[in-house]
């Protein structure tokens, strides 16, 4: 079982900056993250792709955030971050963090419970 776990959320004025941090965890030592990723959700709209980062720390986002939102990664401490600066009101949302692990040949998408990230005056 894999667990994600994200931080960093909260209400901040437009222009702002936050930091996510997501970390993973999961019993046994049979497995590898490979790619690990930021998603978001805003009120009655679908997730959407926000960045990714591969294990050797290869990164692509998307054109809303390209030169806004940094990702990266402590491989030693199976956690992803994700440096949020020039907020705008549209990137409220609930971010969740998504992880592929592998077990030998198999490999299965996990994600966090979210965390809300509210950008408002």
């Known amino acids: 079982q894999v667990q994600l776990v994200e931080s960093g959320g909260g209400l901040v004025q437009p222009g702002g900056s936050l930091r996510l941090s997501c970390a993973a965890s999961?019993?046994?030592?049979?497995?590898?993250?490979?790619?690990m990723g930021w998603y978001r959700q805003a009120p009655g709209k679908q997730r959407e792709f926000i960045a990714r980062?591969?294990?050797?720390?290869?990164?692509n986002y998307a054109e809303s955030v390209k030169g806004r939102f940094t990702i990266s990664r402590d491989n030693a401490k199976n956690t992803v971050y994700l440096q949020m600066s020039s907020l705008k009101p549209e990137d409220t949302a609930v971010y969740y963090c998504?992880?592929?692990?592998?077990?030998?040949?198999?490999?299965?998408?996990?994600w966090g419970q979210g965390t809300q990230v509210t950008v408002s005056s």
């Open positions: 980062i591969t294990r050797g720390g290869v990164t």
């Open positions: 998504n992880a592929l692990v592998w077990r030998g040949s198999r490999g299965d998408n996990y």
């Open positions: 999961a019993s046994g030592s049979d497995y590898t993250i490979s790619d």
